[in-house]
């Protein structure tokens, strides 16, 4: 059983480093239009109160190359900090077309969706791109990330790796450091070995005539795990999902390390309900999991423990160099054994947890991640379009 972990935790890291490094190569010219006449986008973007750099995250989106593109701004409530920055950002940027959409909720359980749903009301154009507030990009996203999508006809559903960056504080390094190892690495993974690669809702674009004839939002609005369950809808109808060749930044300052424990726990509850089978397989992923069984290695309890701690930082180590290059990463790179641990934990308690709470809202979760509010919700339609 010990060689057998150990052969493992070897295989899983050598897996997770060379399918990042293969889906991060550059890849040859795609045989797609020039940029004039690439098709027109619409890039949705669910706000929920000034996360961190929120205003530097969403000029980004402002100065794309894409020659055709419009940004939809969704907030729920006319009080919401995020409605100024977005007036502050029309202000400088007047030649992009730009929607607010301000609404009171209620269109879905799931707080995303039901911003997305208002938002949909007010965009013009078949491609979409639902795109997060802590995300940030290159001037080129949009332009490469449609390029890449047209060129493929059978392609249903295109994602992006992300990338964490601008960490301050204890709990941020935590982030950005398991997203650059196991989060990265399980996608690239899922990217470079498996028929369809994972979904993930920082940045997703599709058709949106496509999407509503498999059922569209209305199908996810009561689900917590709304883009897995996406992807798997386009993959169902015979559709491609896939990684796209660029990344995006995903921007996390300050957090601390309570809410960046929380947001693992609601990460875990999601996959235990949505891959019960293969849940409790996810530790043999981690190469921590020899620290673990080292009591039980006898002799060899040192050296199993030590190889644990080696590949754990050989994979955060080469990834994080890969998506980010040097900076930050001998500050980080220490934490990342004791923070494999701690998850553990995680990992251990998240399949008995019943509630969930996001963006300000708690609510039950059952089977496949369905949600149960614990109070009415009033459903109305959007109070402004600016």
């Known amino acids: 059983m010990l060689a057998f972990i150990v052969f493992v935790a070897i295989v899983f890291t050598l897996l997770s480093v060379l399918s990042l490094y293969r889906l991060t190569a550059r890849r040859p010219a795609l045989a797609a239009p020039p940029a004039a006449v690439l098709p027109p986008v619409t890039v949705l973007k669910p706000l929920c109160g000034a996360d961190d750099r929120l205003e530097d995250n969403l000029a980004t989106f402002f100065a794309q190359t894409h020659p055709r593109y419009e940004l939809v701004f969704g907030v729920q409530g006319d009080d ?38 208002a938002m949909l009301a007010f965009d013009s154009h078949d491609l979409v791109v639902i795109s997060d507030s802590n995300i940030a990009v290159s001037e080129r ?9 047209v060129a493929d006809p059978q392609l249903g559903l295109l994602t992006n790796l992300f990338v964490g960056t601008g960490e301050e ?14 989060v990265a690495g399980s996608l690239a993974v899922s990217s470079v070995l498996l028929p369809q690669a994972g979904a993930v809702g920082k940045s997703m674009l599709f058709s949106r005539a496509r ?4 059922g569209g939002l209305a199908s996810v609005g009561s689900l917590l795990a709304e883009d897995y369950v996406m992807g798997r809808m386009f993959s169902a109808a015979g559709y491609r999902v896939r990684i796209a060749s660029t990344t995006v930044d995903n921007v996390c300052t300050r957090t601390t390390v309570t809410r960046f424990l929380q947001r693992q726990l609601r990460w ?8 019960p089978l293969s849940y409790p397989l996810e530790p043999l992923s981690s190469p921590m999991l020899l620290a673990l069984v080292a009591p039980f290695a006898g002799t060899f309890a040192a050296p199993v423990f030590a190889l644990g701690v080696a590949l754990t930082l050989l994979r ?10 040097r900076a930050g990463l001998l500050s980080a790179l220490p934490l990342g054994p004791l923070k494999e641990l701690a998850l553990f934990g995680v990992w251990a ?31 109305t339609a959007p109070l402004e379009s600016e």
């Not at 875990?268 to 891959?275: P, Y």
């Not at 969930?356 to 991640?369: D, H, I, M, Q």
Request: aromatic share 8%; hydrophobic share 45%.
């Open 80 to 117: 919401d900090p995020a409605i100024p920055i977005v007036q502050r950002l029309r202000a400088r940027f007047p030649h992009v077309p730009t929607r607010l959409v301000i609404h009171q909720g209620g269109q879905a359980l799931n707080p995303k969706v039901a911003n997305l749903q």
């Open 141 to 149: 996203w949009l332009e490469d990330l449609v390029a890449e999508y």
């Open 169 to 182: 504080s204890l709990g941020a390094t935590l982030e950005n450091l398991h997203l650059a190892g196991p």
């Open 211 to 214: 999407f509503e004839a498999l």
């Open 268 to 275: 875990n509850l999601i996959r235990s309900r949505v891959m």
């Open 316 to 325: 955060d180590g080469l990834q994080w160099h890969r998506l980010r290059g």
């Open 349 to 379: 308690v998240a399949p008995f947890m019943s509630r969930v709470a996001w963006r300000g809202k708690r609510f039950r979760v059952a089977s496949g991640t369905r949600l149960y509010a614990e109070r009415e919700i009033v459903k």
